[in-house]
């Protein structure tokens, strides 16, 4: 397994912004899948829902309801990695948020945590009302 190196993060008040980043691995190319997903304060490991995901260097992407419009994933490829760009940030988009990459192709990049391989270690995402 690799461990995924993400970046960003932090404190923000209501209605603020984060942009959390996440380094691509060797072995992530076109058609492969990236994602961003949360644990909610109080919630097991197993229980990280997805926020986010795209497909590197075809710019699909898929976002979960409650960030629709909130949310930007985007493929950065002069400095190799993926971004989640959060805006009008809510209480309840507290949590800690985890990079994901699964290699092969896929059609689609589903928001499912189970078909991702590779994680990092989580960075700490608080909104505070």
């Known amino acids: 397994q690799v461990q995924l190196v993400e970046s960003g993060g932090g404190s923000v008040q209501a209605g603020g912004s984060l942009t959390l980043s996440c380094t691509i691995p060797g072995y992530i190319y076109a058609g492969h899948c990236m994602g961003w997903f949360r644990r909610a304060p109080g919630k097991e490991r197993e229980e990280r829902e997805g926020?986010?995901?795209?497909?590197?260097?075809?710019?699909?992407?898929l976002y979960a309801d409650s960030v629709k419009g909130r949310f930007i994933i985007s493929e950065d490829t002069a400095k190799n990695t993926v971004s989640l760009e959060m805006n009008s940030l809510k209480p309840e988009d507290s949590g800690m948020y985890y990079c994901?990459?699964?290699?092969?192709?896929?059609?689609?990049?589903?928001?499912?945590?189970?078909?991702?391989?590779?994680w990092g270690q989580g960075t700490q995402v608080t909104v505070s009302s």
């Open positions: 926020v986010a995901t795209i497909g590197i260097g075809r710019l699909a992407t």
């Open positions: 994901a990459a699964r290699g092969g192709w896929m059609p689609a990049c589903p928001l499912s945590r189970t078909i991702y391989n590779d």
